[in-house]
T-cell receptor
Framework: AQKVTQAQTEISVVEKEDVTLDCVYE???????LFWYKQPPSGELVFLIR??????QNEISGRYSWNFQKSTSSFNFTITASQVVDSAVYFC????????????FGKGTSLLVTP | SAVISQKPSRDICQRGTSLTIQCQVD?????MFWYRQQPGQSLTLIAT?????????ESGFVIDKFPISRPNLTFSTLTVSNMSPEDSSIYLC?????????????FGSGTRLTVV
């Protein structure tokens, strides 16, 4: 069975703080993809990153960084120097190569950044 | 990546009626999916829309309630039938352009449905 767990339901930080959103996944497959999406209050889903199971390199994109660790089945997302515009719900999702291509989403973490 | 036009963006409907949501893509795509997002919840897959054949539904979703069509590689519709207030959700169309290599997923902007 595949499963994505985002244990943090809500996080509140003050602007300029760093914040890490946790994502733990379960799968027995060796080939899979992990995703992060942002859903601002307007409701649309914004793609942030895709990582395949064979690429454990961490990635940095501006203030965003991702730490993929297969040993702990985690794909954590860090926002450095958070800003009010980062306030949104963030979803981690898993795709399995043999699951029909649909994404399996975690429950999401609601991030509130206050001035 | 593909560009999706999803309509309507929102609607308020009377209980017992039906609403059809359209998903139009600007290019041919391999896979099309429909998701539901209930208030404050995550996204749940309703079904995979198959071109020229019946959709593949996930557990808990049935064709009579959520009929889906996909007549070609760029268009799909989801109908929410005999609506009740419990159907109030955001419904999202998602597409995958290629199932080899890229696995780029695109989501429509969603349809916010309120049933009264």
């Amino acid at each position: 069975a595949q499963k994505v767990t985002q244990a943090q339901t809500e996080i509140s930080v003050v602007e300029k703080e760093d914040v890490t959103l946790d994502c733990v996944y379960e799968t027995r497959d060796t080939t899979y993809y992990l995703f992060w999406y942002k859903q601002p209050p307007s409701g649309e889903l914004v793609f942030l990153i895709r990582r395949n199971s064979f690429d454990e390199q961490n990635e940095i994109s501006g203030r965003y960084s991702w730490n993929f660790q297969k040993s702990t089945s985690s794909f954590n997302f860090t926002i450095t120097a958070s800003q009010v515009v980062d306030s949104a719900v963030y979803f981690c999702a898993l795709y399995l190569s043999n699951s029909g291509y649909a994404l399996n989403f975690g429950k999401g973490t609601s991030l509130l950044v206050t001035p | 990546s593909a560009v999706i036009s999803q309509k309507p963006s929102r609607d308020i409907c009377q209980r017992g009626t039906s609403l059809t949501i359209q998903c139009q893509v600007d290019s041919q795509v391999t896979m099309m999916f429909w998701y539901r997002q209930q208030p404050g919840q995550s996204l749940t897959l309703i079904a995979t829309a198959n071109q020229g054949s019946e959709a593949t539904y996930e557990s808990g979703f049935v064709i009579d309630k959520f009929p889906i069509s996909r007549p070609n590689l760029t268009f799909s519709t989801l109908t929410v039938s005999n609506m009740s207030p419990e159907d109030s959700s955001i419904y999202l169309c998602s597409v995958v352009k290629s199932t080899s290599g890229d696995y780029g997923y695109t989501f429509g902007s969603g349809t916010r449905l309120t049933v009264v």
